[in-house]
């Protein structure tokens, strides 16, 4: 097996694919952090139904959570105006979906670790929320960032239900590695699969090491 099996349609879908993964991670960390922290921190009784909500892509078959994306992406529903389905703008969407908890849950468990006496510590010396958010919740729930950043960005590497429902198989556009993968299974070029696969299962394999081995994975599941 050579790299000379690895087509330029199939370095065009890694292209795609690590942009998709990338752009997803940092727009789930973003949008997970306030998420995670009212998670974290709430007594509110919609707790426990926002959290259902969060967890669902861990158990819905991706296929059935694209399927209601593409409804919603599709010309009689909500984003119909946004006209994102069959795009990349449309797999970034449902990626943020797919990796919802995989972000998520790491955040949430690693702000709740960071307890009360700190805050409060910081708050006497006249610390404001925002600054004892920045200064004291940051660095003590750093493991969880770390977390959560590499299983997104994992998790969101090898998806294939949801892009081949919402994104279909454009090149450039919304070909990604699963889906080249599975073309090339198709027409049974199995040297070009398993050069696809083993490299993702040695990215992947590379990007949880890294986690365990520094420890982060150990203080902060999800």
Do not use: K
């Not at 984003?79 to 069959?86: E, K, M, P, T």
């Amino acid at each position: 097996m050579s790299l000379d099996l690895v087509s330029p349609d199939d370095l065009q879908a890694l292209s795609v694919t690590l942009q998709l993964a990338a752009l997803t991670t940092v727009l789930l960390i973003l949008l997970g952090t306030p998420l995670a922290w009212w998670l974290a921190r709430t007594q509110s009784r919609w707790r426990a139904i926002i959290e259902a909500v969060v967890a669902l892509p861990l158990v819905l078959p991706p296929t059935v959570l694209g399927f209601y994306l593409l409804l919603m992406m599709g010309p009689n529903g909500p984003l119909a105006d946004f006209s994102l389905a069959f795009t990349f703008g449309g797999l970034v969407l449902g990626s943020m979906v797919y990796s919802l908890p995989f972000v998520v849950q790491p955040l949430r468990d690693s702000f709740a670790a960071v307890g009360e006496q700190p805050l409060e510590a910081a708050a006497c010396l006249g610390a404001g929320p925002l600054d004892r958010f920045r200064s004291v919740v940051l660095p003590l729930a750093r493991p969880g960032y770390v977390t959560a950043a590499v299983l997104g960005f994992a998790h969101t590497l090898g998806e294939f239900g949801v892009v081949l429902m919402i994104g279909g198989n454009i090149p450039g556009e919304t070909r990604v590695l699963s889906i080249a993968v599975y073309e090339h299974v198709e027409v049974l070029d199995y040297a070009r699969a398993h050069l696809l696969s083993a490299g993702l299962l040695l990215l992947s394999f590379a990007l949880l090491l890294m986690v365990y081995a520094s420890g982060f994975g150990r203080r902060v599941t999800p």
